[in-house]
């Protein structure tokens, strides 16, 4: 088992940042890829970004590449997702999710990931 717990969301204003964590416990973090993934009101859960075991591999998906950086940190066994240039768009329910099997690039694909978190709110407003 994998326990995920999401922090840092919240409201900002356009333009604006924020950096959000999600600590992993319960496997060994650097045997596990991460995600973010996003789901606004009424809307499908899409994939944000993921990082690899390692951290030497990352994938964006478009609308976010260059405003949004993931990164992980192995000794707090902790993910973060740093969001720069926030829009109204990006208003959303964030989750980080674990991926268990090891892929050449990290997942884009919701069900690759086998752990999610409860997800933290991120409120962007114009």
């Known amino acids: 088992q994998v326990q995920l717990v999401e922090s840092g969301g919240g409201l900002v204003q356009a333009g604006g940042s924020l950096r959000l964590s999600c600590a992993a416990s319960?496997?060994?973090?650097?045997?596990?890829?991460m995600g973010w993934f996003r789901q606004a009101p009424g809307k499908e859960r899409e994939f944000v970004v993921a990082i690899s075991r390692s951290g030497g591999s990352t994938n964006y998906a478009d609308p976010v590449k260059g405003r949004f950086t993931i990164s992980r940190d192995g000794a707090k066994n902790t993910v973060y997702l740093q969001m720069n240039s926030l829009k109204p768009e990006d208003t959303a329910v964030y989750y980080c999710?674990?991926?268990?099997?090891?892929?050449?690039?990290?997942?884009?694909?919701?069900?690759?990931?086998?752990?999610w978190g409860q997800g933290t709110q991120v409120t962007v407003s114009s």
């Open positions: 319960g496997r060994t973090f650097s045997r596990l890829a």
């Open positions: 999710a674990a991926d268990l099997n090891w892929k050449t690039i990290p997942s884009m694909t919701l069900n690759d990931y086998d752990y």
